[in-house]
Each structure stands twice: as C-alpha cells, then as structure tokens.
C-alpha cells in the first residue's frame, strides 16, 4: 500500500489546516487504498503524525523522511504548497527505487516537491550522512537547501516528469498565463505565488473545471437528492469535476446560498432564489 506523505514545522506559513487541505485533495484523486501520514511537531486533528525527531529549522525537517522504519512499501511526498488536480492512481502504480522532479527552471537539477520512493538502506543513507554533520551541512546548503543535499546523496534519481510527462507543472511555469493543462495531476507552487495567494476567481478563469461543474448533469443531482426542483439544485459530482472539486467549492461560496455534501459524497449547492437566467439558458 502506497503512503502519502508532507511535512509540516511550526513557525512556518503553513498550517495544519494546509495538511488537511493535501489529504482531502489525495483522497478525492487516488481510488485505491493509502495511508496519508504528516511529519510535524504540532498534532494535526484527523491525521496521522509522526513526531519530528530533530528540531532542524525551515525545510530541513524533510530530512527525517528518510528515517528508518517510519515507512513500509512504496512512498509518496508532496510539499504543502501543492494542489492534486487530477488523478493520482497511476503514480501509486509505479512504485520507483528513488524518485524526485527536474526543477522547473533548472531541470538538471533535481527537486523535492514531489519524492517518491521505496524505503531501502540507499534511501535512508539520505537521512544517516545528514546526522553526521546536520550543523555543518544545513550551513554550506543553506541557500539551496534540502533538495541539494537529496540530490547529493542520491544522484541517479529518475525523474518524476519523465515517468509521468504531463502529469507534473508548475504553476509559474505552466498554468499562471495559460490555465491547468487538462492532462495535469499535480500543481507545484515552488515559492511565490503560494496556492492561497491565488484566488479562486482566478483559477477558475485559467481552468473549465468550474464550468464544468456549473453545467453539470443537474437531472443526476435531483435524482441522487430525491428533489423535485430542477431550478434550484445543481450537483458536483467527482464524474464531472474530478481535481477541480475543491476550486468550485471555493467559487460557489459568492454563487449560492447553500452549500453540503450528501451521505453518498456528492456536494451540492442551491441558488438563491431560483436558477439564474445564464445557467437555465
């Protein structure tokens, strides 16, 4: 069973509502069994921890993820400022020795937004040579961090955009001008903008995914809530949103009076006073 796992240090920008945010995201986009575990030293409601061992300050907490024994079986990292857009089954299927991106602006360079691994003594020499000298190597590393010092103890890494092309971007690189590619999965955001900075509007105009949930099968929504009013009731169902489940979300809140989940998982929303003219149309 794959393990999906992040990291999150206190006194950072991240909080666990954003460990949250990532779990809900990986489990509307891999249907198959997971276990989804943070690496903190805060307690993080509805999700498994395992408590840092080592008070390293900013990214290097990243480190301990190549601890020994805190992992069996095929793993899956993600930095906290992702967003999971579309399936992740076909990662799970590819469990790789050692994993990591091509950096969007240096791809010879290898990233670690994204790891994916299977623990093995060669991944956990990545943890072991750091504690030899954890002081003295955050210091000489200190401007490139975590992922020169991944890079150096593992430099035959595959990388993540060959295995999986299309499947990876950049929000910089790739969505900022021209939207989500329809083929992505995962959205990094690698520094500036963070994924809060910006706003649901604006993802909205870069994606169809909103529209899509906006012209959705309302028939199927009706049917599912065992409603008569076909005006006042439109379903999100993951069929027709997929990754984008979570954004439509976020534009409703301006939209519609109403928003729940049923028991069955699908969301829905009521207009506020009837079906507006540019929907009904």
């Known amino acids: 069973m794959t393990t ?44 498994e921890v395992i408590p840092l061992a080592h008070d390293w300050p900013t990214w290097w907490p990243k480190v301990e993820l190549f601890r020994t024994g805190i992992f069996e079986g095929p793993v899956m990292f993600f930095d906290l400022d992702t967003w999971i857009t579309g399936s992740l089954d076909a990662f799970a299927e590819e469990p790789t ?7 969007f602006y240096h791809p010879s360079n290898a990233a670690s937004g994204m790891m994916m691994w299977v623990p093995s003594p060669a991944t956990e020499e990545i943890y072991w040579e750091f504690l030899r000298d954890p002081a003295g ?7 490139s961090g975590d992922q ?24 910089k690189v790739h969505c900022a001008e021209g939207g989500i590619p329809p083929t992505a999965s995962v959205v990094c955001f690698h520094g500036k903008p963070r994924p ?41 169902t993951v069929l027709e949103v997929g990754g984008g489940r979570d954004v439509a979300i976020r534009c409703a809140g301006d939209i519609f009076d109403e928003l729940g989940e049923t028991d069955n998982g699908f969301w829905v929303a009521t207009y506020p006073g009837g079906k507006p003219a540019e929907v009904a149309a």
């Open 137 to 143: 190597i955050m210091r000489r590393l200190e401007g």
């Open 97 to 103: 020795e050692m994993a990591m991106l091509s950096d």
């Open 196 to 236: 809060w900075e910006v706003q649901a509007e604006t993802i909205a105009k870069h994606s169809d995914l909103c529209g899509k949930w906006l012209a959705s099968v309302e028939e199927e929504g009706v049917e599912i809530l065992k409603s008569t009013d076909v005006h006042t009731v439109v379903a999100l």
């Open 148 to 171: 020169a010092w991944i890079r150096s103890v593992a430099p035959d890494a595959t990388r993540i955009q060959n295995l999986f092309p299309g499947k990876v971007v950049s929000w």
């Open 4 to 47: 999906i796992a992040t990291v999150l240090r206190s006194g950072g920008e991240f909080t666990p509502e954003h460990v949250q945010e990532l779990r809900h995201a990986v489990a509307t986009n891999l249907h198959r069994p997971h276990r989804f575990v943070c690496l903190s030293d805060l307690p993080v409601p509805g999700i």
